[in-house]
C-alpha cells in the first residue's frame, strides 16, 4: 500500500513562494513505477491538475494557468516529490495534494494512490 504525505502548505502574501514536499512510503515503493503528480482543489470547484512527472525519467507536464511559476522535481533516493510554487497569485489558493498512478495522465481518476492534502492561502 502507498501512503502519500503532503507537507510545506501555508498563507503566503501574492507574488510569493512556497514549495511543497509529498513523502511516499509503503512495500517497495519505487519512483520508477509511478507517475507523480500534483493536483489541487479549491472550495466549490473540481479537482484539477498542476504539474506532472514521469516514471522513469525527467518528462515533466504542467497546467497552462501555473506554467513557468511553477516547478515540479523528485528526489528517488529520498522518495519524495516536490512542487516548487513562485510568484503566487489568490487564484492558486486550494488544497493541493499529491497523486502517485500508473498512467502518466493529467486526469484525476488515473491515479490511484493520493496523500491527504496540504492547504496553500494566497493573500492579496
Known amino acids: 500500500q502507498v501512503q502519500l504525505v503532503e507537507t510545506g502548505g501555508g498563507l503566503v502574501q501574492a507574488g510569493g513562494s512556497l514549495r511543497l514536499s509529498c513523502a511516499a512510503s509503503?512495500?517497495?515503493?519505487?519512483?520508477?513505477?509511478?507517475?507523480m503528480g500534483w493536483f489541487r482543489q479549491a472550495p466549490g470547484k473540481q479537482r484539477e491538475f498542476v504539474a506532472a512527472?514521469?516514471?522513469?525519467?525527467?518528462?515533466?507536464a504542467y497546467a497552462e494557468s501555473v506554467k513557468g511559476r511553477v516547478t515540479i522535481s523528485r528526489d528517488g533516493a529520498k522518495n519524495a516529490v516536490y512542487l516548487q510554487m513562485n510568484s503566487l497569485k489568490s487564484e492558486d489558493t486550494a488544497i493541493y495534494y499529491c497523486?502517485?498512478?500508473?498512467?502518466?495522465?493529467?486526469?484525476?481518476?488515473?491515479?490511484?494512490?493520493w496523500g491527504q492534502g496540504t492547504q496553500v492561502t494566497v493573500s492579496s
Open positions: 509503503g512495500g517497495t515503493f519505487s519512483f520508477s513505477r509511478y507517475a
Open positions: 512527472v514521469r516514471w522513469g525519467g525527467g518528462m515533466t
Open positions: 497523486a502517485a498512478g500508473v498512467d502518466w495522465s493529467t486526469t484525476p481518476g488515473d491515479y490511484a494512490y
